[in-house]
């Protein structure tokens, strides 16, 4: 069975992005000389499993940031909507967290890299997250899209490592407790 | 003019305290061995302004906790609603956040502790907030009463320091940028 991964950045009070899906205030001065682990994690995912925001967000990057398969979730699109440039390298399924899971098993990929509020959270609640690098960029935002949601239970992490950068970045790394 | 602090615990997913107040989440195993800066930073304090949920839980502790006078902020509550044990000791106000630093400077308190999600938030939204300990419970609640809430515009805050403890709490501390 894959395994599952979040790397993702937070605002002081939890949000992801604003609410016109802006990521302009995770570019914090400084920080952009500095090593915050994304390439290390990512040596170590056979693909990415992302929400439809999500993708509509990085699609717009040029060129396509991702050397791995990326799965988008999403009920009205279909791989007609991927553009012609990541054919092969983007798939779209409408299905819930465990048969992605699945899915992504049959095709020899083990580790998956979990990103976007909405998917994060549904496999949070599916309990399939394996452990979670969260970093906080130090901005309170007041408005946008929170990274966590509703759950019928506590989720209980274990802490196994946090950094703080010369930017004003921390990094903190949970295992989920089984 | 009186400057005032934020020290709060919040869970990973930015919350004080669960929809029906309890903070039991809040006592993590070894975590009660350790030194988290609470007895250094409220030696540095003249008083404390709390919401009305904050004394509400609070008045339930037996001995009441608090070294220093108390200003509860309530619309509904009066002195006459303080329990005599308390009589002098706590105070209740009924006013915006600059007038109850203005009353807190008449009485010569000089640095105040503001707690409470409500009270911090309406103290943020008035720039009155000068810095932020940050304490995190590695725990995703779910559910609960959040510490930030709505702002009209960003407020950048300056990393100090961050550090965690074997328990796996972890505390960064910010200084609100002027």
């Known amino acids: 069975m894959p395994s599952c991964h979040v790397f993702i950045a937070t605002s002081i009070d939890g949000l992801i992005a604003r609410e016109d899906d802006d990521i302009d205030w995770l570019h914090l001065p ?3 000389a500095e090593d915050h682990g994304y390439d ?3 040596a170590g995912i056979d693909a990415i499993v992302m929400g439809r925001g999500s993708f509509d967000k990085v699609v717009t990057f040029d060129p396509w940031p991702y050397p791995l398969p990326v799965v988008v979730l999403s009920a009205t699109m279909t791989d ?3 553009p012609d440039r990541l054919a092969g390298r983007v798939s779209v399924l409408d299905l819930p967290p465990w048969e992605v899971v699945a899915h992504c098993a ?8 979990v990103d976007g509020g909405r998917v994060i959270q549904s496999f949070l609640r599916a309990g399939l997250i394996v452990d979670i690098v969260l970093t906080c960029i130090p901005v309170i935002l007041g408005a946008g899209k929170p990274l966590f949601g509703a759950l019928d239970r506590d989720i209980p992490l ?3 490592e946090t950094r703080a950068f010369p930017s004003g970045l921390t990094q903190s790394s949970y295992r989920v407790r089984r």
Chains 1, 2 share one sequence.
């Open 30 to 32: 400084g920080a952009e």
């Open 40 to 42: 290390a994690f990512i």
């Open 80 to 82: 007609a909507d991927i």
């Open 106 to 113: 049959a095709r020899g990929w083990n580790r998956l890299y």
């Open 158 to 160: 274990d802490h196994l």
